[in-house]
């Protein structure tokens, strides 16, 4: 289960980093085309929800391989959660479905590694 975890974290943040870089350098009108969600949000809170996301993403893997602060790990696994629960809501007054599936995967697998390293499997 120990792997299976890891797999999972480093699943997670390479996606989130890559969300998260995305989101923090690029300007608002740049991201419109493939995430039209940034037109109801301010580009400050665009840019914030993209360093939340780089921020949990080298949280999911840092603590945990070093072993500073490991409890920091499910810690950004439960951030994530809560992340993906605000983009359901977002994605739910747009009427985006298929979003919102995708943001359930996403919730579920945060919440299975935060699950995982708080309990049984913690580091």
Known sequence: MNVFLWILQALLAVMFAMAGVMKSTRPKDRLAPKLPWVEDFPSGMVKFIGVAELAAALGLIL????????????????GLVIVM?????THARR?????????VVLLIL????AWGRFGPYSL
């Open 63 to 78: 603590p945990a391989a070093t072993g500073i602060a490991p409890v920091l790990t499910p810690l950004a696994a439960a």
């Open 85 to 89: 629960i605000g983009a359901m809501i």
């Open 95 to 103: 009427k985006e479905p298929q979003a919102i599936a995708f943001n």
């Open 110 to 113: 945060a919440a299975v590694v």
